[in-house]
Nanobody, 117 residues
């Protein structure tokens, strides 16, 4: 099993920056892919960005050029650097980890990001 703990959310003004962290523990050797999802009130959870164990990244169109996903394998931690934040980025952000076969995945507890206009 893999346990995930997010941190780094908060309140920021539009145009500001935040960095989210997701620390993994447990059977981390089994992780092939990790990602950040977000869910705004009244909306479905959506994928924001993902990163594979090989370092390949992917982003939602809405965050390309503003957000950067990365991971520090030595610290078992994934990051999401969010720049030029907009009010529409306001959501609960969740960390997710899983394998390519999609036979399992794990979720963090979520961290609130609020961007004021």
């Amino acid at each position: 099993q893999v346990q995930l703990v997010e941190s780094g959310g908060g309140l920021v003004q539009a145009g500001g920056s935040l960095r989210l962290s997701c620390k993994a523990s447990g059977s981390i050797f089994s992780i092939n892919i990790m990602g950040w999802y977000r869910q705004a009130p009244g909306k479905q959870r959506e994928l924001v960005a993902s990163i594979t164990s090989g370092g390949s990244t992917d982003y939602a169109d809405s965050v390309k050029g503003r957000f950067t996903i990365s991971r520090d394998n030595a610290k078992n931690t994934m990051y999401l650097q969010m720049n030029s934040l907009k009010p529409e980025d306001t959501a609960v952000y969740y960390c997710n980890a899983g394998n390519f076969a999609m036979t399992w995945d794990s979720w963090g507890q979520g961290t609130q990001v609020t961007v004021s206009s």
